[in-house]
């Protein structure tokens, strides 16, 4: 949690990962897009508020929201997802992260899946779950092909990957 009020160094993060991936031969800087769930998620808001030169970005579990303004510097369509029981990310915080988006005239959209917990796409692990935190299989695949989705419009294939 600290890590998300701390938007500069979430930046920062988010710098260095791009730095790592364009040193990648086969990476097409003008192609990049980032999907991320919870800070992940984060991180990439915090890119596209940044202006950074984003195709797309993709959150899970994470709506929050920047500096005033900011938001208007990105530049890509924003998909974002989230449980409609998530304590982490209560109504208020859905509408927050909404109102910025629409404000900056920001291609956005939120899908909000009935039922579900925070961190909903996570399968069980062998320790206690944290309350308000529960994973919903079937939204967890919807979310997967909303992401996919999301991708194939914004970095569609233009050529034969076949050859």
Request: aromatic content about 4%; glycine content about 12%.
């Amino acid at each position: 949690m600290p890590l998300l009020s701390d938007p500069d160094r979430m930046r920062s993060i988010g710098h260095a990962a791009l730095d790592v991936l364009r040193t990648e031969p086969r990476t097409d800087s003008d192609r990049i897009a980032v999907v991320g769930y919870g800070t992940g998620g984060a991180v990439g808001l915090e890119l596209g508020r940044e202006g950074v030169n984003l195709r797309a970005i993709g959150t899970v579990n994470a709506l929050t929201t920047g500096r005033p303004g900011e938001a208007a510097r990105i530049r890509c369509p924003v998909w974002a997802g989230v449980g409609s029981e998530d304590p982490i990310m209560p109504p208020a915080q859905r509408k927050a992260f909404t109102a910025e988006m629409q404000d900056a005239g920001v291609d956005w959209r939120l899908v909000v899946y009935g039922g579900a917990l925070h961190a909903f796409h996570h399968p069980p692990v062998d320790h206690p779950v944290v309350p308000g935190v529960g994973y919903h299989p079937r939204h967890a695949q919807r979310a997967w092909r909303d992401v996919v989705d999301l991708l194939a419009e914004c970095l569609p294939v233009t050529e034969d990957l076949g050859a």
